[in-house]
Nanobody, 123 residues
Framework: QVQLVESGGGLVQAGGSLRLFCVLS????????MGWFRQAPGAERDFVAA????????YYGDDVKGRFTISRDNAKNTVWLRMNSLKPEDTAVYYC????????????????WGQGTQVTVSS
């Protein structure tokens, strides 16, 4: 059974940091490009960041460039998102996504989605 499981969300004050984790099981993690998306209440799901299978290529949404960093460890089947200088507008449910093709995961076309983890940034 294929599973994407996120963790690391929580409540943080504005200006603070959080790190989200996502573990893929049931598939060969190193074959997949990975991405993070977020969805605030009443809003559409937005692209946050993506990383190629090798980790050599990373992409970010305009709202998070310079503040968030996506990384992966293929030996641990894990991708994480380091979020710095958090703002109240970063409050959302964050989802992990996987697709063999990087260009697809960047556009929100995922073969697998995680269940989401809540991030709340207080002002």
């Amino acid at each position: 059974q294929v599973q994407l499981v996120e963790s690391g969300g929580g409540l943080v004050q504005a200006g603070g940091s959080l790190r989200l984790f996502c573990v893929l099981s049931g598939r060969t993690f190193s074959s997949y490009a990975m991405g993070w998306f977020r969805q605030a209440p009443g809003a559409e799901r937005d692209f946050v960041a993506a990383i190629s299978w090798s980790g050599d290529h990373t992409y970010y949404g305009d709202d998070v460039k310079g503040r968030f960093t996506i990384s992966r460890d293929n030996a641990k089947n894990t991708v994480w998102l380091r979020m710095n200088s958090l703002k109240p507008e970063d409050t959302a449910v964050y989802y992990c996504a996987a697709n063999i093709q990087l260009r697809r995961v960047r556009t929100g076309v995922a073969e697998y989605w995680g269940q989401g983890t809540q991030v709340t940034v207080s002002s």
